[in-house]
């Protein structure tokens, strides 16, 4: 069966002061999805960009999620670091609190958290801490998405605490046989018809062909694409216009379970 609608999810606000990570501004990507996962000041962001982020979101009606990572500037997040649990969740929260202070400043709700880069893959291979990451949220922020792989730790134990959790499909990652995204500290160049194809796919088979090996099966709710993947907007086009073609609408998680409760 495919799905009616589904999310479309990118990376905002991943700059710091002056600098600004990749060519293409948020301001053309913030019209082509229907939720942003902006940086909260780790990996990138500060506060004067997560401020702009929310405020261009809600003048575009895209949902806000905090995009909490490593404490790594310099190596943009995708480099892994060393910690326990608990320092791992403490700089989550800490991040989390940063971006939904700037919401709640413009009225707005958190829709959901989405760990950054290393820290996503971290999660996701960590059962401890993916435990201790969930147990945190249905104390802190019970009714807050989380955004994950369907093949990680972090999505096993959403499930199991009963925390409101969202599968991610990458537009623009490879998968290995394991279900799991290769992970890259730079991405590659993706041609916006084969990506659309992909997600298409995806979206009405639920397979997806990995790296190594033969197809794969795939579940997912949010669809995501990279603000510095090279030609990121013309991969929103492409898959926009897919998706419409195929009679699937976009909207974020926050708005189908409103339909579904109404």
């Given amino acids: 069966m495919s799905p009616r609608t589904i999310d479309i999810s990118c990376d905002m606000g991943e700059g710091f002061g002056p600098w600004q990570l990749g060519s293409t501004s948020d301001e053309q990507l913030m019209k082509l999805i229907s939720s942003a996962n902006i940086a909260t000041g780790f990996h990138a962001g500060d506060p004067n960009l997560m401020d702009l982020s929310i405020r261009r979101a809600l003048d575009n009606e895209v949902q806000i999620g905090a995009h909490p990572g490593f404490r790594d500037l310099q190596g943009f997040g995708r480099r892994k670091i060393e910690a326990s649990a608990e320092e791992m969740v403490n700089d989550i929260i800490y991040q989390i609190g940063a971006l939904r202070e700037f919401a709640r400043l413009h009225g707005a709700p958190l829709q959901h958290v989405k760990p950054h880069g290393a820290l ?26 989380i955004y994950c792989m369907g093949a990680s730790e972090t999505y096993k134990s959403a499930l199991r605490a009963g925390h409101p959790v969202i599968r991610e499909f990458y537009a623009d990652r490879e998968y290995d046989t394991t279900g799991k995204i290769v992970f890259t500290r730079k991405p590659d160049d993706y041609k916006p018809q084969k990506a659309a194809e992909r997600v298409i796919r995806a979206c009405l088979e639920g397979k997806v062909r990995p790296v190594d090996g033969t197809d794969i099966d795939i579940a ?5 694409v990279h603000s510095d993947t090279p030609g990121s907007v ?28 109404a």
């Fill in 120 to 145: 996503y893959m971290a999660l996701a291979a960590n059962d401890v801490a993916s435990a201790l990451f969930v147990g945190i949220m249905r104390r802190a922020a019970p009714d807050t998405f």
């Fill in 220 to 224: 997912f709710e949010s669809i995501c």
């Fill in 234 to 261: 013309e991969l929103l086009i492409a898959i926009r216009e897919a998706l419409t073609a195929n009679n699937i609408g976009i909207a974020p998680p926050s708005v189908a379970v409103a339909r579904g409760a």
